[in-house]
Each structure stands twice: as structure tokens, then as C-alpha cells.
């Protein structure tokens, strides 16, 4: 490895120590966690800090991240949205297995579909006034509402009326709110023909680099062949959400 190359790989080292850190770092830090010599590893400072990719913070006397990486990373926020990132994902998993994935957000206080992969391999995203979905009988519906504030769930569930779609659809709020803390703490939801008769549906989170869950994602299709692989699909769903919460900026930090 060149030397050149070598210090830049120092560099990249030195900027990814942020990923776990929310304070200034000073050389000697730097130094002790990369082993690095600290003569080296203030050139590496110093020039990383002249091109605005490093600032000195002035209280602690170490150093943070610079105004030239933020503008990166919001220039790449701005490249990237939710239905750009999901559309691979969705048609991943729906060709996968063969049926329809979907992808739905909150808006306001509806639930709404704005992605939809089919067997075809065709999508549709749908305008912001597009598919609307109930909250009490759709997985997605239970992943948006799981991971809900408390005070916008009530305000969602003041207006829903528990319509019993199927007879095996939840008819009351205090079953759908026992579902609920099931969903939370199994990261995962179903639609066993709660909708419509001879449809499941399987549904996880997707959460930003806030941690907060902004979407839902899910794989539905004929009730025999969802339920008969069911543990199979719940893993290809958790993966598929992961993966589009990392590009989304999600990090797990308790992982």
C-alpha cells in the first residue's frame, strides 16, 4: 500500500471514530483507538481540518466533525428518498417469493401506500393522496402504529371503528392494543385475512437515522403460501427493512 494511500486510509479511520462517539475527540484519542503515533496522527488532523472535514471545538480544545462533511451527508439526504431506496429492496423481495411487496407512511393521520412491487415486477408510486389503508386490520398498519407517539396513536384510533373486515379481523381497541406490544417486541406484524379472505400479509419497520420508524415494509399474497413460510418470509422482511433503514442513516447502536 502506497503511503499516500495509507494515510488516507488513516483519515477515513479517524473521521469513522464518529460513528460512535457524539463529542470531541482530541489526538491522543485518536492515537490510543487507532494506535496510531500522535505525530501522525496530527498531520492527519491538520489536514483534514484545513479542507473543513474536522473543526476545532473551542471549550474542549479537541475536535469535531467539520461543516464540509455535513454538506455531504446533506446533499446525499437530499439525493436519496425513501421510495428511491425501497424500490430494489421491494422488487428483491418481491421476486423473491413471487408476490406483491408495499411499502406505507404516515401521513397526517392516514396510513398510506406509496409503494407497490407486483409479481410483473411493475411499481406504482402512488401520489400523497393515494392508497389509504386501515390502521387496525393491516400489518402495516400495526408496524406504523407500534412505533407510534403515544398522543398520535390515540388521535388515529379516536376516529377507527374497528370494522370487522373478516372474522378474523380485531374488533376492539383493547385487543388491537395488546397486538401492538407484540409487534413492538417481536419487530414484526401480520395480516392473517384480517383484510380480505385468502390474503396475509407480513410487515416490518423501517426507521431513520433518528431511530424513529418512517415507514413500514411488507410482502402480502395468497394466505397458504404466506402463512406455509412464514418464519422464512419474517426473516427475508427483517432484512430487507435493515437494509433500507441503513441507507436511510438508521445505525443500531445496540447491536
Known amino acids: 500500500m502506497s503511503k499516500t494511500i495509507n494515510s488516507l486510509v488513516k483519515a477515513v479511520n479517524i473521521l469513522k471514530l464518529y460513528l460512535d ?10 492515537s490510543r483507538a487507532l494506535d496510531i503515533p500522535k505525530p501522525t496522527v496530527q498531520n492527519i488532523v491538520s489536514t483534514l481540518e484545513e479542507n473543513g472535514l474536522l473543526e476545532k471545538d473551542p471549550m474542549t ?3 469535531r466533525l467539520g461543516p464540509v462533511l455535513f ?5 446525499y439526504a437530499n439525493s436519496m428518498d425513501l421510495t428511491m431506496i425501497a424500490r430494489v429492496w421491494l422488487e428483491k423481495l418481491c421476486h ?19 409503494m407497490k412491487v407486483e409479481p410483473d415486477a411493475n411499481y406504482m408510486v402512488f401520489p400523497q393522496t393515494g392508497s389509504v389503508i386501515p390502521p387496525h386490520s393491516t400489518a402495516i398498519g ?4 407500534s412505533w407510534m407517539s403515544p398522543v398520535l396513536r390515540d388521535r388515529i384510533l379516536a376516529d377507527c371503528t374497528f ?6 379481523t380485531i374488533g376492539s381497541r383493547e385487543d388491537y392494543l395488546k397486538e401492538l406490544e407484540k409487534v413492538k417486541q417481536n419487530g414484526i406484524a401480520f395480516d392473517f385475512e384480517e383484510s ?18 418512517m415507514a413500514a415494509v ?6 397458504s403460501k404466506i402463512e406455509g413460510r412464514q418464519n422464512e418470509i419474517i426473516d427475508a422482511v427483517k432484512y430487507i427493512c435493515y437494509r433500507i433503514s441503513e441507507q436511510m442513516g438508521y445505525r443500531n447502536r445496540g447491536a
Not at 142 to 145: D, E, G, N, Q, Y
Open 21 to 30: 462517539e457524539d463529542k470531541s475527540l482530541g489526538i491522543t484519542e485518536f
Open 61 to 63: 480544545r479537541g475536535y
Open 71 to 75: 454538506q455531504l451527508g446533506m446533499q
Open 96 to 114: 423473491q417469493y413471487g408476490e406483491m411487496s408495499q411499502a406505507g407512511i404516515i401521513m397526517g393521520e392516514r396510513i398510506v401506500i406509496v
Open 142 to 145: 400495526k408496524v406504523l402504529l
Open 163 to 168: 370494522t370487522k373486515f373478516t372474522d378474523k
Open 196 to 213: 380480505i379472505n385468502g390474503l396475509s400479509c407480513i410487515a416490518g419497520p423501517v426507521f431513520n437515522n433518528k431511530n424513529e420508524c
Open 218 to 223: 411488507s410482502l402480502s399474497g395468497n394466505a
